[in-house]
């Protein structure tokens, strides 16, 4: 398996979510089945690709895993275009530091005949961390950046964080857009702690990557992936990730050569 589940998972459940607990929340997308069926005839070629990938905060190693693992992903897909934001300030130059500014400058530039943009962090029911500046990144703000950078060719987004469903607005169900997230609104992700090499939702979505055709096929394939993990490790309440695919973007391919 990609993570190290501790024995002790359980008595630590606290410790190894993102955020505390919240309440129930409604079912996930139902679009699931017909998504995952779609004829995937969509294909942009790996050179067209443009990524962005930000682990969003250093006080676990699975942030950063996650995004260095799926940069490999990419590369060996022939994805050349490729910009990694860590929170490590001891590690990472100036540049490349995960703060509000870098991340946003880098999706408002866009540049690629497709964007995908893969957060991985703590997060809340307002946005997902950035503790290299110790802010949060809204809804709203990703919006703003994805829509200048990215505008109408297809897009998409990744956020793998607690309460990441808070991304799911209508402004950023835009129909040439992707969206897959680690949680419902209202739901925490687990897989933070630092003894976790990845995430749970970045450990299914890095497992089923190589399986999956279309990005669709991928958002059903880690849900599902996810569910299995946390009934495995008695998580409750489950994370419930959540996902949209716009009717542009139904039957979108991953990148390859």
Not at 137 to 149: H, I, Y
Not at 173 to 196: E, H, M, Q, W, Y
Request: hydrophobic share 45%; proline share 6%.
């Amino acid at each position: 398996m990609f993570v190290r589940l501790s024995a002790l998972a359980l008595a630590f459940l606290s410790a190894t979510a993102c955020t505390p607990e919240a309440a129930d929340s409604p079912p996930p997308s139902t679009r699931a089945t017909a998504i995952a069926a779609a004829p995937g005839n969509n294909a942009v070629p790996a050179v067209g690709w443009r990524a962005v990938l930000v682990a969003g905060d250093n006080n676990s190693p699975a942030f950063d895993n996650g995004v260095q693992a799926l940069r490999e992903k990419l590369v060996a897909r022939g994805v050349t275009d490729i910009l990694v934001y860590s929170s490590n300030a001891v590690r990472t130059a100036p540049g490349q530091l995960a703060t509000s500014a870098n991340v946003a400058a880098a999706l408002r530039a866009g540049g690629g005949a497709a964007c995908l943009a893969f957060v991985t962090s703590h997060g809340e029911e307002r946005g997902f961390v950035l503790k290299a500046d110790r802010r949060l990144f809204d809804p709203a703000s990703l919006d703003r950046v994805l829509s200048a950078g990215c505008g109408s060719v297809p897009t998409v987004v990744v956020v793998s964080a607690c309460h990441s469903g808070t991304f799911l607005t209508a402004a950023m169900r835009k129909p040439n857009r992707v969206i897959l997230t680690a949680a419902a609104a209202n739901r925490t992700s687990f897989g933070c702690g630092a003894g976790d090499q990845y995430t749970y939702y970045d450990q299914c979505l890095l497992q089923q990557f190589d399986r999956a055709a279309t990005w669709g096929e991928l958002a059903v394939a880690t849900r599902s992936c996810v569910e299995s993990l946390e009934r495995r490790m008695g998580m409750k309440p489950p994370s419930e990730p959540q996902m949209f695919v716009g009717a542009q973007v139904e039957g979108l391919r991953l990148p390859s050569r």
